[in-house]
């Protein structure tokens, strides 16, 4: 409900306002002092509140301020039998949506009241959503009890707390982007930008320039100034994913960036000036990469002031089974399912695989098993076929041939992507043009 608080000492007044916008949809609720429009605003949750100015117990623009400090998405509009400019000018720097005169309200009231909900919904909608993406990349939304990943979780909350440079390592899949959205939302920088790339997914050229922009001219096509994704994270973070793969060339840059916080754009010659937490990662061993002269070791020195490796999944094994519960139920609520129950058959295969993919590969074997659930549990012969194993009860289902359980794989998962070829292969994890293939393959 769209709810508004009228404080204002004039019985009769107050009363026609609150029948007016009551009429327009809005619960309206009333005060005729500043304590207990107070008390009011306190016990619920109002969104738009308009004050009377002069009121027995103290001011309405001074009233602003403490409505904004304690309530900072309430909107205030102030009312005034005689208006002035130094109290208008006073009211709109503590906080005033806006600040009208008695009189002057009639035709102006209900179109303003609906501009100051917009605002006031507005800023609580991205309050939560902020909300909701800080206890989204919390630590404690981080699954797995096993003491490796514990100690490594407690290295990465002190770090968190500081400016300094991190280098996560460990294998692909292991979560590393997931830490570093952690370790920003329990910084200082939290409240700006966290900004990521993948420095082996593009070219030299093209990396240089998503990182670090260009100036108009710089190059054919260059028809405007860009920022790059430094300028973008300028007081947040910016984490360099897989910087084991980026060119010795820019390596040079990023130093620079580490020693000067500076810059130069493509085509510039004068240095940007940024203020940017940087978080590395990578699987690679670069100090193995230094030998090969692949990697800068004074690059190294400073991204490895704090290094953070990430336990590989066969190192927790303990941690599967939450793991397999968490994502389970993700899954199950995405497919329009109820939360699955899983098999001690299927649990066992899955504590007794490899995982060279990590969480990330997890991650898919159980986003494919709950679209290929027919029941209420996961069953062993949703798995794939190197994970079934050989005590498995042979069913009606078991015994077909492989090409006959290959076929009903692929059919069931294009009926779950509702026919999208390119996110079947995804999950499938084959290319494109092999689905299609074997669509052709499996035609009657």
Aim: proline residues 2%.
């Amino acid at each position: 409900m769209n709810r508004v608080l009228i404080i204002d000492d004039e019985d009769k007044l107050r009363q026609l306002m609150a029948k007016i916008i009551g009429l327009e949809g809005f619960e309206v609720f009333q005060a005729d002092d500043i304590k207990s429009g107070l008390k009011r605003l306190d016990l619920i949750d109002i969104d738009v509140v308009i004050c009377d100015v002069k009121l027995p117990d103290g001011s309405g623009v001074d009233t602003v301020k403490l409505i904004k400090d304690k309530h900072p998405y309430v909107e205030v509009i102030l009312l005034t039998a005689y208006g002035n400019i130094p109290d208008g000018v006073q009211a709109i720097k503590n906080g005033a949506f806006d600040y009208i005169t008695k009189g002057d309200d009639n035709n102006k009231i209900i179109p303003l009241l609906y501009k100051a909900y917009d605002k006031a919904s507005l800023a609580k909608k991205v309050n939560q959503l902020e909300n909701r993406l800080v206890k989204k990349y919390a630590f404690e939304k981080i699954v797995g009890k096993s003491k490796v990943l514990q100690r490594t979780i407690e290295l990465a909350k002190k770090v968190a707390r500081t400016d300094t440079t991190v280098l996560l390592t460990g294998e692909t899949g292991t979560g590393k982007e997931v830490f570093a959205q952690s370790i920003h939302q329990e910084s200082n920088r939290s409240k700006a930008s966290f900004v990521a790339i993948n420095c082996s997914a593009f070219s030299r050229e093209l990396l240089e320039n998503e990182l670090f922009g260009h100036r108009a001219g710089a190059f054919t096509g260059a028809n405007k100034d860009q920022k790059g994704l430094f300028e973008e994270a300028h007081k947040g973070t910016i984490f360099l994913d897989e910087i084991g793969e980026m060119a010795l060339e820019l390596q040079a840059k990023i130093l620079r960036v580490l020693e000067t916080g500076e810059f130069l754009k493509v085509g510039d010659s004068k240095p940007t000036k940024v203020d940017v937490r940087i978080i590395a990662a990578t699987n690679r061993n670069l100090e193995e990469e230094i030998a090969k002269e692949a990697f800068r070791s004074d690059l190294f020195y400073r991204l490895s002031v704090f290094a953070i490796y990430l336990p590989a999944l066969r190192e927790r094994k303990e941690d599967i089974k939450d793991l397999a519960l968490h994502y389970t139920q993700d899954f199950s609520l995405k497919a329009g399912k109820k939360p699955l129950y899983i098999t001690d058959e299927y649990l066992f295969a899955l504590q007794h695989n490899e995982w060279k993919g990590n969480i990330r590969e997890l991650k898919n074997v159980i986003e494919r098993s709950v679209i290929l659930s027919d029941g209420d549990t996961l069953e062993v012969g949703t798995l794939p076929l190197d994970m079934q194993g050989e005590g498995i009860k042979v069913t009606t289902a078991s015994a077909m041939s492989l090409s006959e359980m290959e076929r009903v794989h692929i059919h069931k998962v294009l009926q779950h992507t509702g026919g999208n070829k390119a996110e079947a292969a995804r999950l499938l994890e084959i290319g494109v043009a092999t689905l299609y293939r074997k669509i052709e393959e499996y035609k009657p």
